[in-house]
Nanobody
């Protein structure tokens, strides 16, 4: 069982930066692939970024590639999402998720994730 708690959301102007954090409970955090997803009002939840169990492999949605960076510290049970050059279209509730599946290094499909945080709101003003 893994419990996830996101923090770091807020209101920022376009072009600004935010750093989201996902704190996980449990002693085997390093056994989970972690992903960030987001959901804007009236839209479906979409994949943002994912990181492998060791942290060596990362993968990003095209819409955030080059602007967002995902990282993890397994010793501290933390996964961060550094978001730079934010755009109004990045406005959404951001969710951290953990996957216990073992057949790949990372996952972009939300259905592969077993555990989800409660979400944190990110609002980017123009």
């Amino acid at each position: 069982q893994v419990q996830l708690v996101e923090s770091g959301g807020g209101l920022v102007q376009a072009g600004g930066s935010l750093r989201l954090s996902c704190a996980a409970s449990g002693r085997t955090f390093s056994a989970y692939v972690v992903g960030w997803f987001r959901q804007a009002p009236g839209k479906e939840r979409e994949f943002v970024a994912t990181i492998s169990r060791s942290g060596q492999i990362t993968y990003y949605a095209d819409s955030v590639k080059g602007r967002f960076t995902i990282s993890r510290d397994n010793a501290k049970n933390l996964v961060d999402l550094q978001m730079n050059s934010l755009k109004p279209e990045d406005t959404a509730v951001y969710y951290c998720a953990a996957s216990g599946f073992r057949d790949a290094s990372y996952y972009t499909d939300a259905r592969r994730y077993d555990y989800w945080g409660q979400g944190t709101q990110v609002t980017v003003s123009s």
